[in-house]
């Protein structure tokens, strides 16, 4: 394993990529639960209060238990992800560290919000007041949008640093504002917060349409109903905003980032009246399997056939992105998958403008269930595109990963063991959380005004206590 991932040199560059991939892919599906989940539970919650809806209340309170279990495993991982940063890419952190860490450094401050809030909302529970109790868990929705903007900033900043002075190698002055709301945040941050409300969306959504496959009775109880209804209705929302944020963002890595443009659509030469590929695959100048569209690419980004677009050979081979094949192949299945979650939601929006209902058949539960690995796919592609696609630089055009990366030879090691991390806490959430679906299966039926509170307890109903 150690002749496989070490590398000339020295430096263990593709243990060390390998290493942060594994961390990051797990993480960044927590993370996404930590981002919109909250939302997810307040909307549901909030139903609840407004209509007394004993249903929705009892799903708020379950959802929570989840997100709490989900918060644990998640600081873990993200615990493990900020060590990494330092561990792996001493050279990123020695030059740009006073620029990058700004960022990272309010991330920990909303982590931290969103932490103690969590915690509030979570102990409010027969506690507090209803509608203060609601309120409480609005900061744990707020503090985890800001905490991504800031991880994400992070990384915008690397695909287009800015906001500071450099002085013989140095760092000599920072701009925070200029580096956090660099000229890649405005699109890689609703991008990143709109696939985390897809991943949480469709992740709440699937456990209950498998139940209405498998359990066709459950179509018509509303606590089952409201499981599925919520999230996809969410989803719905979203997919064709992002669709639109993803076509921006095409556009704007053409213009600033061209060659990794150049590889997420197999543009070899600079030219014009540029074909769209389709799949396929790149190999020795020739493209295989593919369906090609003769100008549509040059019309996607100019609008024009005669737009020209730059290849990848504008640059020297050692400056462009490796495994063209992986690239563009990743970038159009998450396209591909996001037009697919576009049908369903048209499917949605139908049925509910036609019979003011989701559509209550086996395609429609199978579909959405589906939807759950479909968006964390789409998601993982995206990352794929966005790293991949900047290499070799860590720092665009400023910095190489080969210069970031640790010359300690011991990666592969660490890599393994992070590995065998990652397994345990993946089989425990997994066993934990089948554990609690199963406990709660057995009671589903509430009755119709029954709000799980203490002090002012509605129409004075029993709690639910799950």
């Not at 890419?89 to 990058?100: D, E, I, N, Q």
């Not at 929302?237 to 963002?249: A, E, K, N, R, S």
Request: glycine residues 8%.
């Amino acid at each position: 394993m150690t002749g496989l991932l070490a590398v000339a040199g020295g430096h263990d560059v593709v243990a060390s990529r390998a290493q942060m991939a594994s961390t990051l892919g797990f993480h960044i599906i927590l993370a996404c639960f930590g981002i919109a989940f909250p939302t997810v539970i307040l909307v549901v919650h909030f139903i609840g209060l407004r209509r007394h809806d004993g249903a929705a209340l009892l799903l708020a309170r379950r959802w929570s238990k989840v997100l709490a279990v989900l918060v644990a495993v998640g600081a873990v991982s993200g615990t493990v992800l900020s060590f990494e940063m330092g561990l792996l890419w001493p050279g990123l952190f020695r030059v740009y560290g006073a620029a990058v860490g700004i960022p990272f450094a309010f991330e920990g401050i909303f982590f931290l919000l969103e932490a103690i809030f969590t915690a509030i909302y979570l102990y409010g529970w027969d506690r507090l007041s209803p509608w203060a109790h609601w309120w409480s868990g609005v900061p744990v929705a707020v503090s985890g949008l800001f905490g991504a903007l800031c991880v994400v900033a992070a990384n915008s900043w690397m695909n287009q640093p800015g906001g500071f002075v450099m002085s013989h190698g140095r760092v000599t002055a920072v701009h925070p504002l200029a580096v956090i709301f660099n000229a890649a945040t405005t699109y890689e941050v609703p991008h990143m917060e709109l696939a985390a409300y897809l991943v949480t969306a469709f992740g709440v959504a699937a456990p209950y349409a498998v139940g209405m496959v498998r359990h066709p009775d459950r179509r018509r109880s509303r606590y089952h109903r409201l499981g599925l209804l919520v999230p996809s209705v969410i989803a719905a929302i979203c997919t064709p905003l992002q669709i639109f944020v993803g076509d921006t963002i095409a556009r704007a890595i053409e213009h600033q980032q061209p060659v990794k443009f150049a590889s997420m659509e197999y543009v070899v030469h600079t030219h014009r009246g540029v074909t769209e590929w389709i799949g396929g695959i790149y190999y020795h100048g020739h493209i295989y399997l593919g369906l090609n569209i003769p100008y549509f690419d040059s019309i996607l980004v100019g609008f024009s056939p005669h737009t020209e677009v730059v290849g990848w050979d504008s640059v020297p081979r050692s400056q462009r992105p490796p495994l063209p094949s992986l690239i563009h192949n990743a970038f159009d299945l998450m396209v591909g998958i996001a037009f697919l979650m576009l049908a369903l939601a048209a499917w949605l929006a139908v049925s509910w403008w036609r019979k003011r209902d989701f559509p209550v058949t086996r395609w429609f539960a199978g579909l959405t269930a589906l939807g759950a690995p479909a968006a964390i796919v789409a998601l993982e592609c995206g990352w794929i595109v966005t790293e991949v696609g900047r290499q070799p630089w860590v720092v665009y055009k400023r910095m190489t990963v080969a210069q970031a990366a640790t010359p300690v030879p011991d990666v592969p090691w660490t890599f393994g063991a992070i590995v065998a991390l990652y397994i345990v806490l993946t089989i425990t959430t997994l066993v934990v959380l089948a554990l609690m679906a199963r406990r709660w299966n057995r009671s589903t039926e509430v009755a119709e005004h029954d709000v799980p509170y203490g002090p002012g307890r509605a129409h004075g109903a029993a709690s639910v206590r799950q």
